[in-house]
């Protein structure tokens, strides 16, 4: 097992974790930026609205890799056009990497977002505009902490979706051993090599990181929250 362990190129792990990061920060505060926005519209712009930001969340990750790789693709206006004036190339990098996590982990943020955002107490908005506070601040200072536990179980659904993230991943960034290779492109990978002592170990890592998740969110759902017992 040691000789084993000592084997194993640790670059998808690494790759996952950072990708994952920075894709949940992008997607918080975009999340929580269109929801925040989302709330103030009539309904039939609030439907139309809502089912683009949330289409990334049911298409196949590989019909949102097509698209971004559409959008960032080297022979289309952005794609050069960022590479031209920014130097930043986004296909088959770690950037694309990040852009597709976070496309694909953004509604998963945004709707967790929203839903908190619904069950906050309007008496409280409005106990904070009676005392004069600007709009901001009810939001940063009343709303966010009342709407706390579901904006972090979010924030960690979309870690969790991020760090898994695969067909778009793979279609965007690629396979690039080091580079743009994450844990769920290792698993894929080694099995069509034949190597599955490598891609058990890697599922097995998932599962574990996915299983710590999973009891980080019930702990942060559960706090503030009575217990029910059901018989």
Not at 16 to 27: D, E, R
Not at 31 to 42: D, E, P, S, T, Y
Request: with cysteine; aromatic share 10%.
């Amino acid at each position: 097992m040691a000789e084993f362990l000592k084997e194993i190129n640790w670059s998808p792990l690494w790759i996952s974790l950072k990708t994952g990061l920075v894709a949940t920060v992008i997607a918080f505060f975009l999340g929580v930026f269109c929801a925040r926005k989302i709330m103030k519209l009539r309904p039939g712009a609030k439907a139309v609205l809502d089912g683009i930001l949330t289409l990334p969340l049911v298409l196949p990750p590989t019909v949102a890799g097509f698209f971004l790789l559409l959008i960032f693709s080297l022979k289309r206006p952005l794609g050069s056009f960022l590479l031209e004036n920014f130097d930043i190339k986004i296909v088959q990098t770690w950037k694309g990497c990040v852009v597709a996590a976070a496309v694909i982990a953004f509604p998963l943020m945004y709707r967790n977002a929203r839903a908190a955002f619904e069950q906050v107490d309007i008496n409280l908005i409005y106990a904070g505009q009676t005392l004069g506070m600007s709009d901001n601040k009810i939001f940063w200072r009343v709303v966010m902490p009342a709407a706390g536990p579901g904006i972090a179980s979010g924030t960690v659904l979309a870690f969790a979706r991020a760090i898994g993230e695969y067909g778009a991943t793979s279609m965007l960034a690629g396979n690039i051993l080091g580079k743009t290779r994450t844990v769920s492109v290792a698993i894929a990978t080694e099995t069509a090599a034949g190597n599955y002592g490598t891609a058990g170990f890697w599922v097995v890592v998932i599962v574990l990181i996915s299983f710590a998740i999973v009891a980080l969110i019930n702990i942060v759902s559960g706090r503030g929250m009575k217990t029910r017992r059901w018989i």
